[in-house]
């Protein structure tokens, strides 16, 4: 098992090496090892393969994927350059088709590279200061989340969490345990319920391997044990993160799972919080239009290299679900903590 730092990171960019370091998440718990990604491609297929996964850690390396097409870029003219860029952003939109963080970060990305009337080396590294800008900031409003998110949860609370919604998941210290690190520094006695989270197990590998590091107690728990924990007034809150917020509507898209969960802890009376940076709210989309992503069968036939149901039997494997806003109590973000239904008249108002 991999001991050493407590603050894990997620993604770096090497300037020495014109390069984006990545932990290869699919290796954890078991080795901390790093992929070096020198291009755009490597990029894209880094967010695909989920050697970096989370909402906000698939924005960054984007952002980094748009700098890195900059970089290497042949094109002798600004308007070529911009064209490679387009191509550049169509294949990283491609990837992963849930989270809108990946979205925000190449709009965010293109529009900078547009703005700018400049030679292309300029136009170079200020992409790559900008993919650092989105990084940056994307630590400091989880640690804003966890300030406000902290507040909701009591001294000697037992909080549920899914997925993994931590520093592995977005550019350092993460949503969702961002919420619970900031109450465990803040001195409160915490005890998380690590639900695994069937089937790429984001739970019991990488929330488990981050709450270790964090020395915050906690066990890992089958997702199938959450209603029983709740009926056994053993869970007083659930936190999560989300890959998408509809901000019309308050509909939360998360891991598969989140659904189950909300609805049992609506059933036992239990708060339902979402942790999430302003770059996961979607301000334009309605659920409908939102792209469920849909994952290779064999994530549930296989459990790491044993398959364990019969050949030729048929898997569905949705990668994400939808939570109605009325089951969720409050999503916190780096704003202030909201009903799901203010989101909107808040954001843009
Ligand atoms: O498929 P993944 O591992 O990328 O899914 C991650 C999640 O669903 C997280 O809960 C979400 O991205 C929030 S991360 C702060």
């Given at each position: 098992?991999?001991t050493?730092?407590?603050?894990?990171?997620?993604?770096?960019?090497?300037?020495r090496?014109?390069?984006?370091?990545l932990i290869?998440q699919?290796?954890?718990?078991?080795?901390l090892r790093?992929?070096?990604?020198g291009?755009v491609?490597?990029v894209?297929?880094?967010?695909r393969?989920?050697?970096?996964?989370?909402?906000?850690a698939?924005?960054?390396?984007?952002a980094?994927?748009?700098?890195?097409?900059?970089?290497?870029?042949?094109a002798?003219?600004?308007?070529?350059?911009?064209?490679?860029?387009?191509k550049?952003?169509?294949?990283?939109?491609?990837?992963?088709?849930?989270?809108?963080?990946?979205?925000?970060?190449?709009?965010?990305?293109?529009?900078?590279?547009?703005?700018?009337?400049?030679?292309?080396?300029?136009?170079?590294?200020?992409?790559v200061k900008?993919?650092?800008?989105?990084?940056?900031?994307?630590?400091q409003m989880?640690?804003?989340?966890?300030?406000y998110?902290?507040?909701l949860?009591?001294?000697?609370?037992?909080?549920?969490?899914?997925c993994?919604a931590?520093?592995?998941?977005?550019?350092?210290?993460?949503?969702a345990?961002?919420?619970?690190r900031?109450?465990?520094?803040?001195?409160?006695k915490?005890?998380?319920?690590?639900?695994?989270t069937?089937?790429?197990?984001q739970?019991?590998?990488l929330?488990?391997?981050?709450?270790k590091?964090?020395?915050?107690p906690?066990?890992?728990?089958?997702?199938?044990?959450?209603a029983?924990?709740?009926s056994?007034?053993?869970?007083?809150?659930?936190v999560?993160g989300?890959?998408?917020?509809?901000?019309?509507?308050?509909?939360?898209?998360?891991?598969?799972?989140?659904?189950?969960?909300?609805?049992?802890?609506?059933h036992?009376?239990?708060?339902?919080?979402?942790?999430?940076?302003?770059?996961?709210i979607?301000?334009h989309?309605?659920?409908?239009e939102v792209?469920i992503?849909?994952?290779a069968?064999?994530e549930?036939?296989?459990?790491?290299?044993?398959?364990?149901?019969?050949?030729?039997?048929?898997a569905?494997n949705?990668?994400?679900?939808?939570?109605p806003?009325?089951l969720?109590?409050?999503v916190?973000?780096?704003k202030?903590v909201?009903?799901?239904?203010?989101?909107?008249r808040?954001?843009?108002?």
């Open positions: 098992m991999v050493g730092l407590v603050d894990v990171e997620t993604l770096r960019w090497d300037g090496r014109r390069e984006l370091v290869d699919r290796a954890l718990p078991a080795r790093y992929v070096r990604c291009s491609k490597d894209a297929a880094a967010i393969n989920m050697t970096v996964r989370g909402a906000p698939i924005g960054v390396a984007a980094f994927g748009m700098a890195l097409a900059a970089m290497r870029s042949k002798r003219s600004r308007e070529k350059l911009l064209e490679d860029l387009r550049a952003r169509e294949m990283l939109s491609a990837t992963r088709p849930t989270a809108v963080n990946l979205f925000w970060a190449l709009d965010r990305m293109m529009k900078k590279a547009e703005s700018m009337s400049t030679d292309r080396q300029t136009i170079v590294s200020e992409l900008e993919a650092q800008k989105i990084h940056d900031e994307d630590v989880n640690k804003t989340i966890g300030r998110g902290a507040e949860i009591k001294d000697g609370a037992r909080v549920l969490t899914h993994n931590g520093a592995l998941a977005t550019a350092g210290y993460g949503t345990i961002g919420v619970i900031y109450a465990h520094e803040s001195g409160k915490i005890l998380v319920y690590a639900s695994e069937r089937p790429r197990l739970g019991a590998k929330t488990a391997f981050e709450l590091k964090l020395k915050i906690f066990y890992v728990v089958p997702d199938t044990a959450v029983f924990l709740m056994k007034g053993m869970i007083d809150c659930v999560v989300a890959d998408r917020i509809i901000a019309k509507t308050g509909h939360v898209i998360n891991k598969i799972g989140t659904l189950s969960a909300a609805i049992n802890a609506n036992f009376k239990i708060p339902f919080y979402v942790a999430a940076p302003s770059s996961t979607d301000l989309k309605k659920v409908e792209k992503e849909e994952r069968e064999d549930v036939h296989y459990v790491g290299k044993t398959r364990i149901t019969p050949t030729g039997v048929k569905v949705y990668a994400f679900d939808i939570t806003p009325e969720v109590t409050a916190i973000t780096e202030g909201f009903k799901p239904e203010e989101l909107y808040f954001l843009t108002g």
